[in-house]
T-cell receptor, first 107, second 115 residues
Framework: AQRVTQPEKLLSVFKGAPVELKCNYSYSGSPELFWYVQYSRQRLQLLLRHISRESIKGFTADLNKGETSFHLKKPFAQEEDSAMYYCALAGFNKFYFGSGTKLNVKP | DTEVTQTPKHLVMGMTNKKSLKCEQHMGHRAMYWYKQKAKKPPELMFVYSYEKLSINESVPSRFSPECPNSSLLNLHLHALQPEDSALYLC??????????????FGEGSRLTVL
């Protein structure tokens, strides 16, 4: 069965500290994985996708098939990074969202 | 235009009412989606339309009736809802066949309250 797990509901860090939001998945085929972000009072939007291997707003995520993980990382968190982050897995024309992690970056 | 527009933003209805949620996009996307999001929960897929045909129904109760009248519009007709149906209803669109690798564009949602 397809499943996305985000073990942390809330992650609080200080500005300038490194941040890692965890995501693990289970999927029977080759997964396509994404991170979506929802800032306060804004719509859900794509942050990055694993196939493009890009860095957006300083965030990166590497797909580790051995550990079935797709953790989101940023070396120096900023206050404007405070938001809700969802890991998502795409397959069979569906997106499966994880339960989300609220990132709170304190000044 | 890279937006998905949803109306109304807020809707309050009684359990005997009939109402509709509307969604519109002009990005040429031929896949459109309805998601339901409860407070502090992730979006849950309800329906997927591909080329204006219903391709996925995630066992949604029949009191929710989707409709895709053309490639730009997606409706969700509501009838005899229950208070537990109160939630944020999100519409999204994408290119067909690229849901696995592409991007979902979300609307801001319609916040529904059932009394």
């Amino acid at each position: 069965a397809q499943r996305v797990t985000q073990p942390e509901k809330l992650l609080s860090v200080f500005k300038g500290a490194p941040v890692e939001l965890k995501c693990n998945y289970s999927y029977s085929g080759s997964p396509e994985l994404f991170w979506y972000v929802q800032y306060s009072r804004q719509r859900l939007q794509l942050l990055l996708r694993h196939i493009s291997r890009e860095s957006i707003k300083g965030f990166t995520a590497d797909l580790n098939k051995g550990e079935t993980s797709f953790h989101l990382k940023k070396p120096f968190a900023q206050e404007e990074d405070s938001a809700m982050y969802y890991c998502a897995l795409a397959g069979f024309n569906k997106f499966y969202f994880g339960s989300g992690t609220k990132l709170n970056v304190k000044p | 235009d890279t937006e998905v527009t949803q109306t109304p933003k807020h809707l309050v209805m009684g359990m005997t009412n009939k109402k509709s949620l509307k969604c519109e996009q002009h990005m040429g996307h031929r896949a459109m989606y309805w998601y339901k999001q409860k407070a502090k929960k992730p979006p849950e897929l309800m329906f997927v339309y591909s080329y204006e045909k219903l391709s996925i129904n995630e066992s949604v109760p029949s009191r929710f009736s989707p409709e895709c009248p053309n490639s730009s519009l997606l409706n969700l007709h509501l009838h005899a809802l229950q208070p537990e149906d109160s939630a944020l209803y999100l519409c999204a669109s994408s290119q067909v066949g690229t849901a696995n690798t592409g991007e979902l564009f979300f609307g801001e949602g319609s916040r529904l309250t059932v009394l």
